[in-house]
């Protein structure tokens, strides 16, 4: 997946979305952000380089995204 920095991406999330049956509000809610949120995700916008960036360092680790990271439990102070 050698990828020219410059080349645009084009989020294919709608689509996996609608794939599942599901809202975008159903989205936003399981992943708790905001609609508009999932929204700019769909249209290409905010988070989609982020997504890229995931990507390339599971490419580059041979892992999956979720070994990327450890999950904190988040309490309400």
């Known amino acids: 997946m050698n990828k020219c920095m410059g080349e645009n ?4 999330i709608a689509k996996l979305r609608e794939e599942q ?3 975008q509000r159903q989205i936003a809610e399981r992943l708790g952000v905001d609609v508009s ?8 916008r ?6 890229v960036r ?3 360092l599971c490419e580059l680790f041979n892992c999956q995204p ?3 990271f450890e999950e904190e439990n988040i309490a309400n102070d």
């Open 9 to 12: 991406h084009v989020s294919k």
């Open 21 to 23: 049956g599901l809202t």
């Open 37 to 44: 949120t999932v929204r700019n995700w769909e249209k290409s």
């Open 66 to 68: 979720v070994d990327l």
């Open 46 to 51: 905010d988070g989609v380089k982020m997504f």
């Open 54 to 56: 995931v990507a390339r």
